[in-house]
């Protein structure tokens, strides 16, 4: 059971490149979460799913897209890649929406250059 | 809409010492509280949580936090600090919408000195 897995752990793009986080749950959540963590700034949702086919905005929606075609899957992708991107971004789950407990994975840790 | 304040951005104590991190929160109706730990390259871990009753709520590690309705805060103490909670501790807010969202504090870091 490895709980919530990120991928990849790091990156380093240059402005104007594209790329696709993923993040895996093997929990059979319903919920999933993407955040950008910035210093001094906490946790900012960037968008969330309820479940399979499903996403709506966060906080900091701009810049960003997502997608839950699987379940188990929820893709955060940067289209066109910023400098104001550069943050650590956590995936995080939970079972439904009669919990609050969210479950976090590793992290990745994006620059953009 | 709910909000979460941890005032105290840096904190440093001493191995053995005690400690107390702050929380403030701004919710309308009955709040439910979290405290997460972040430890070096790590993923958030949920340290305690309170949703009601008891005031005061144990959690892993031996911390503990106690809810304060005047005081609309939900500080965090340890009674003796160990080199290994060097980390970052978010205070978050849980909103009773049908997301159930979570709201997260700016979070303090404590440095543990030897």
């Known amino acids: 059971n490895a709980g919530v897995t990120q991928t990849p752990k790091f990156r380093v793009l240059k402005t104007g490149q594209s790329m696709t986080l993923l993040c895996a749950q093997d929990?059979?959540?319903?919920?999933m979460y993407w955040y950008r963590q910035d210093p001094g700034m906490g946790l900012r949702l960037i968008h969330y799913?309820?479940?399979?086919?499903?996403?709506a905005k966060g906080e900091v929606p701009d810049g960003y897209n997502v997608s839950r075609l699987k379940k188990q899957n929820f893709l955060l992708g940067l289209e066109s890649a910023a400098p104001s991107q550069t943050s650590v971004y956590f995936c995080?789950?939970?079972?439904?929406?009669?919990?609050?407990?969210?479950?976090f994975g590793p992290g990745t840790r994006l620059t953009v250059t | 809409a709910q909000s979460v304040t941890q005032p105290d951005i840096h904190i440093t104590v001493s191995e053995g010492a005690s400690l107390e991190l702050r929380c403030n929160y701004s919710?309308?109706?009955?709040?439910?509280l979290f405290w997460y730990v972040q430890s070096p390259g790590q993923g958030l871990q949920l340290l305690l949580k309170?949703?009601?009753?008891?005031?005061l709520v144990q959690g892993i590690k031996g911390f503990e936090a106690e809810f304060k309705r005047s005081q609309s805060s939900f500080n965090l103490r340890k009674p003796s600090v160990h080199w290994s909670d060097a980390a970052e501790y978010f205070c978050?807010?849980?909103?009773?919408?049908?997301?159930?969202?979570?709201?997260f504090g700016s979070g303090t870091q404590l440095t543990v000195l030897p």
């Open positions: 309170y949703f009601s009753g008891d005031t």
């Open positions: 799913s309820v479940g399979e086919g499903t996403t």
């Open positions: 995080a789950s939970k079972a439904s929406s009669h919990t609050y407990e969210q479950y």
């Open positions: 929990m059979n959540h319903e919920y």
């Open positions: 978050a807010v849980g909103s009773s919408g049908s997301a159930r969202q979570l709201t």
């Open positions: 919710y309308g109706a009955t709040p439910y």
